[in-house]
């Protein structure tokens, strides 16, 4: 059974940093492109960056170049996105998703605030 599960979301002040895991199991993750969806309240999901399976290549939302970064630790079927720089319009809920199978995680709220 394929499970994703976010962690690591909060309240940050703005200029702050954030980093989030999304652990995976039930699939081996070094298999697929995984990816970091966010949704803001009133707005559509978006998306902000993905990851091939080795972790050669990366995309970024262009909203976030330059500011966050996508890795993955596939020993620990883990993927993280490392957020700096936070800025309140990044306030959202982040999502994990497994782009093959349109596989979900239940989502971390990260919130950038004063």
């Known amino acids: 059974q394929v499970q994703l599960v976010e962690s690591g979301g909060g309240l940050v002040q703005p200029g702050g940093s954030l980093r989030l895991s999304c652990a995976a199991s039930?699939?081996?993750?070094?298999?697929?492109?995984m990816a970091w969806y966010r949704q803001a309240p009133g707005k559509e999901r978006e998306l902000v960056a993905r990851?091939?399976?080795?972790?050669?290549?990366?995309k970024f939302a262009d909203s976030v170049k330059g500011r966050f970064t996508i890795s993955r630790d596939n020993a620990r079927n883990t993927v993280y996105l490392q957020m700096n720089s936070l800025k309140p319009e990044d306030t959202a809920v982040y999502y994990c998703?497994?782009?093959?199978?349109?596989?979900w995680g239940q989502g971390t709220q990260v919130t950038v605030s004063p």
């Open positions: 039930g699939f081996t993750a070094s298999s697929y492109s």
């Open positions: 998703c497994r782009i093959f199978g349109n596989y």
């Open positions: 990851i091939t399976g080795a972790g050669s290549n990366t």
